[in-house]
């Protein structure tokens, strides 16, 4: 095995040289005191070196004399000489005082710096820890911004998916595509909104309800069906099945309570122009946001659930809605609030119940809606607050059935038509609030007010017109009689039979 190194390739030398290295300054102040012992004796000796310089000095300015000697000491110069003592003695006691004051000087200065420093230390150490604080923040607002960034980056990528299903050819996989929208719009409370607008889209996509809406047998069998038909009628009923699931759906959410995480209360539904075969919403909360059914068509001979269902703000509109087959019930809702719109609806067949409805706020509109076939009833219906207005509504086929009480707030038929069909009050309580019939027109078919309580509230038939139909109030109890026109009880037109006194 040859060496990866030629040989005649000089090696070259590496050499690491390690010097010493030079020791930092420590930024804590230091202290530099000498011996006490060595302290005193360098100041008495500087003492007593100044002080023979002196003496030296005044022995020189003075000559140089001469000193007298005697064989004898007397006692003053004795007592000269014990004072002298005294006060070498003083002088060096003052100066070890000096020394020791100036050592205690010393240490209280450096005991003030050392203070000082510990004070900058700490000061230092507030101002590294909000640094260590801040970047703690920072970072993590960068990791909250990151992982929000990825969890959109997610959600986008399950909205897309989900999208693609529900715009399959194949309805198994548009129906994972409807259950895997919801999910995504439980769990993406930023984009539930337009995980609602999508199913509620999907919803308003052209559609015409199989032949069999009714029932899930096929009418013939299939081996009678051509191949062609018989494809196509599965394919319709697996599309309803798909729309039936989102709003099976739909209604699920809204029966959530508010503080649910996946609660769908509050938010808008738009199935402007959809066609509805059935569905179940019943107990769902329209508490807020705007809801529209309006141009919906209710047909294809399935039943639509409203039952229990709360509307109690914001806007629900069914105006220009068409009730043609099956039956849309709304039996025990409650209209509290908000504005419910069901004008210019068209109730064309099936069945329409608001069997005990409570309509006790807000504004209910059933303006320039079209009774002309099915049935309506309204049976138990408490009109309580609010108002309700059934003004320029057209009677001309159909049974309507007001079995209500009318206890407060507004409630109008002015300029309704009663042209067809039959329109029962009987055994309707109008205890309070304001009623009007104004300007309303008889002009065929039957309205009748039997078994009716007039005990209370402003109920008024003024200029009323009475052109044909039959009209009876003939078993009503009149405890606070309606208002009608001067004279029209006293001489009633043909087709209105007032009470029997």
């Known amino acids: 095995m040859e060496s990866?190194?030629?040989?005649?390739?000089?090696?070259?030398?590496?050499?690491?040289?390690?010097?010493?290295?030079?020791?930092?300054?420590s930024p804590v102040p230091e202290l530099q005191l000498r011996d006490m012992g060595r302290s005193i004796a360098l100041a008495v000796a500087v003492a007593f070196l100044l002080v023979g310089a002196l003496i030296v000095a005044a022995f020189w300015g003075a000559g140089w004399p001469a000193f007298k000697r005697d064989a004898s000491v007397t006692a003053a110069t004795l007592f000269d000489l014990l004072k002298l003592a005294f006060a070498v003695v003083a002088g060096v006691g003052g100066v070890a005082a000096l020394v020791v004051a100036y050592r205690r000087q010393r240490v209280a200065e450096h005991t003030n710096k050392l203070a000082e420093f510990a004070h900058q230390l700490a000061h230092a150490a507030d101002l590294r820890a909000e640094e260590a604080k801040a970047f703690a923040e920072a970072a993590d607002e960068r990791a909250k911004v990151e992982t929000e960034r990825n969890g959109v980056r997610l959600f986008n990528e399950r909205f897309a998916k989900a999208s693609e299903q529900l715009g399959s050819e194949k309805a198994a996989v548009r129906l994972a595509g409807v259950y895997a929208m919801a999910g995504l719009a439980d769990d993406w409370r930023q984009g539930r909104q337009t995980c609602i607008d999508v199913l509620c889209a999907y919803v308003r996509m052209p559609y015409t309800p199989p032949a069999d809406a009714s029932s899930e047998t096929p009418t013939r069998a299939e081996d009678q069906t051509p191949i062609g038909a018989a494809d196509e009628a599965r394919a319709a009923r697996e599309e309803r099945e798909v729309r039936h699931t989102v709003v099976r759906l739909v209604g699920r959410h809204l029966r959530l309570a508010d503080d649910d995480p996946a609660s769908w209360c509050g938010y808008d539904f738009d199935f402007t122009g959809a066609v509805f075969d059935g569905g179940d919403l019943t107990g769902a909360r329209f508490n807020g946001g705007d809801v529209s059914f309006e141009g919906a068509t209710f047909g294809g001979g399935g039943d639509v659930?409203?039952?229990?269902?709360?509307?109690?703000?914001?806007?629900?509109s069914f105006g220009g809605a068409t009730f043609s087959s099956g039956k849309v019930s709304f039996e025990d809702a409650e209209f509290s609030g908000g504005r419910v719109l069901f004008g210019g609806a068209a109730l064309s067949g099936g069945d329409v119940l608001f069997t005990k409805a409570t309509f006790s706020g807000g504004d209910v509109f059933f303006g320039d809606a079209t009774f002309s076939g099915g049935e309506v009833f309204f049976g138990g219906v408490t009109f309580s607050g609010g108002q309700v207005f059934f003004d320029r509504v057209r009677f001309t086929g159909a049974k309507v059935f007001y079995m209500a009480m009318f206890s407060g707030g507004l409630v109008s038929f002015e300029n309704t038509v009663f042209s067809d069909?039959?329109?029962?009050?009987?055994?309707?309580?109008?205890?309070?609030?304001d009623i009007s019939f104004d300007a309303a027109a008889f002009r065929g078919g039957k309205v009748?007010?039997?078994?009716?309580?007039?005990?209370?509230?402003?109920?008024?038939?003024?200029?009323?017109?009475?052109?044909?139909?039959?009209?009876?109030?003939?078993?009503?109890?009149?405890?606070?009689?309606?208002?009608f026109d001067d004279g029209l009880l006293g001489n009633p037109p043909n087709g209105l039979t007032l009470p029997q006194k």
Request: glycine share 14%.
């Open 305 to 316: 659930s409203f039952d229990r269902a709360t509307f109690s703000g914001g806007k629900v």
């Open 421 to 433: 069909g039959e329109v029962f009050f009987g055994e309707s309580i109008f205890s309070g609030g």
């Open 448 to 483: 009748a007010f039997d078994r009716a309580t007039f005990s209370g509230g402003n109920v008024s038939f003024k200029y009323v017109i009475f052109v044909g139909g039959n009209v009876s109030f003939r078993t009503a109890r009149f405890q606070v009689p309606p208002k």
């Open 4 to 25: 990866p190194i030629p040989p005649h390739v000089a090696q070259p030398e590496v050499q690491v040289r390690v010097g010493a290295i030079r020791g930092a300054k």
